[in-house]
């Protein structure tokens, strides 16, 4: 895989994942609101030498592209073709949280949230899967689509019910796209990390306007909760992008790839929760609903 399209990579995992790439030989069109601010995070990452202009020069594409445009989008894709003739791997990354209960966030703050989140991953979806089946045709390889989700699009966290919801919806895309493109050779996969050691949550976090006193039990326990967790969240993610690297280059990666030990206990957690539910109303909810000559 020798050229990858990444979206929000000037900082947290987005930043991390273009680095190693460059250091790796890779080709990167890496994307940002701000152009010169994620040249610039690059260049610091990589040290400003000799050797790194160089692999910047080549290997490097900084587009500034609004994901919410497919306009744009288009642009970013046809720019990257023009100057490294093909794409292998798309990691769409960008995204940020909207704290807050449901009921206090407002219907405006909702729907930015799921703009970002969910329906700019559309945009570049949609703009990107004729490139990818032309790279599969062509190149004969198997393209990758990385849509990097969360823990909490799998199992809901209250106080950041917003960002939950967005991740869930991103999910079901990330589904559907996987049963819908393996007949072109296209793979998808869903990445779900649980809490990791960048700046997420300091940069990317949302309070909603209206805050309501009923919540506020809810509010301290979130708050005191990210206290906590801030500065010593378990994820290391140098390591967390090394093994995205290594899962790109397998011809058949996961449909789904549950990221850091806190994501496996609670996706395990939910698991042992489903099942019981299923349980519980087995014999009256599954096979006694039928009709009498059901075949499915």
Known sequence: MNTWFITGASSGFGL???????????QVAATSRNKDRLTQEVT???GNNTKSKEIL????????VDLQSPVSVEKAFKDTVSKFKSIEVLVNNAGYAQNG??????DKEMRANLEVNLFAVMNVCRVAIPYLRETAKRLKVVPKIFNIS????FAGLSGIGAYSISKFALDGLTETLGF???????KVCS????????NFMNASTLLP????DIYEDLHQAFNAFMENVKGNEPGDPVKAMQLLIKVAQENSPPLYLFLGSDSYDTASKKLNQIQKCLDRYKSEAAEALNFPDSKL
């Open 180 to 186: 819908e493109l393996r007949a072109f050779g296209i």
């Open 191 to 198: 990445v779900r990390p649980g809490f990791f050691r960048t």
């Open 16 to 26: 991390e994942l273009t680095r190693l790439l460059l250091e790796g030989g890779y």
């Open 150 to 153: 969360s823990i909490a699009g």
């Open 57 to 64: 020069d080549k290997k490097f594409l900084a587009l500034a």
């Open 44 to 46: 610091k990452t990589l």
């Open 209 to 212: 306007e209206k805050q309501l």
């Open 101 to 106: 209960a449901f009921e206090e966030v407002s």
